[in-house]
T-cell receptor, first 111, second 113 residues
Framework: KQEVTQIPAALSVPEGENLVLNCSFTDSAIYNLQWFRQDPGKGLTSLLLIQSSQREQTSGRLNASLDKSSGRSTLYIAASQPGDSATYLCAVRSNTGKLIFGQGTTLQVKP | NAGVTQTPKFRILKIGQSMTLQCTQDMNHNYMYWYRQDPGMGLKLIYYSVGAGITDKGEVPNGYNVSRSTTEDFPLRLELAAPSQTSVYFC????????????FGQGTRLTVV
């Protein structure tokens, strides 16, 4: 059974700081991993999709890495801004088609 | 571009009532998913479908039923609503498994009283 864990559960940083969010999964037989952002009371917005054959993906100030063999992914946010405050969720897609989520990391960036 | 559309957005049910949460997508996606999200938690998979006529259980299927008679629609049925089913429900879809993102609807906030 695939289990996805995100650490830390919450994070508060001053504006401008670089930060790393962690995601780990127990079954390495995955097709891909996707990072999402969720604002309070809203739906999910896709940030980055990283295939199982890839090591990293970048979009603007965001960089996601994947180490499938060790069951780990990180989301790196450079030069954080107050507008980055949100909950960040990772999800892994297994070879059965299931898309399993971690519990999320709630980020607060203080001005 | 409609994407993934969920209806209704909000609903209050009494214990024991039934209802269907609707989800439709216009992207010709094969894979569709239903999740619930409790306060402060991640998303738990209820049911998913890999194509029309094919459904399978997720992590928390008890108390729910689904059907997938068309590619576009994936309704979620609650037969006997219980307070434990108070949650926000999200529907998602993706085209396939490889190199395809999952897209989400805006959610249905359900309260059972």
């Amino acid at each position: 059974k695939q289990e996805v864990t995100q650490i830390p559960a919450a994070l508060s940083v001053p504006e401008g700081e670089n930060l790393v969010l962690n995601c780990s999964f127990t079954d390495s037989a995955i097709y891909n991993l996707q990072w999402f952002r969720q604002d309070p009371g809203k739906g999910l917005t896709s940030l980055l999709l990283i295939q199982s054959s890839q090591r990293e993906q970048t979009s603007g100030r965001l960089n996601a890495s994947l180490d499938k063999s060790s069951g780990r992914s990180t989301l790196y946010i450079a030069a954080s801004q107050p507008g980055d405050s949100a909950t960040y969720l990772c999800a892994v897609r297994s070879n059965t088609g299931k898309l399993i989520f971690g519990q999320g990391t709630t980020l607060q960036v203080k001005p | 571009n409609a994407g993934v559309t969920q209806t209704p957005k909000f609903r209050i049910l009494k214990i024991g009532q039934s209802m269907t949460l609707q989800c439709t997508q216009d992207m010709n996606h094969n894979y569709m998913y239903w999740y619930r999200q409790d306060p402060g938690m991640g998303l738990k998979l209820i049911y998913y479908s890999v194509g029309a006529g094919i459904t399978d259980k997720g992590e928390v299927p008890n108390g729910y039923n689904v059907s997938r008679s068309t590619t576009e629609d994936f309704p979620l049925r609650l037969e006997l609503a219980a307070p434990s089913q108070t949650s926000v429900y999200f529907c998602a879809s993706s085209y396939g498994l490889v190199n395809t993102e999952a897209f989400f609807g805006q959610g249905t906030r359900l309260t059972v009283v």
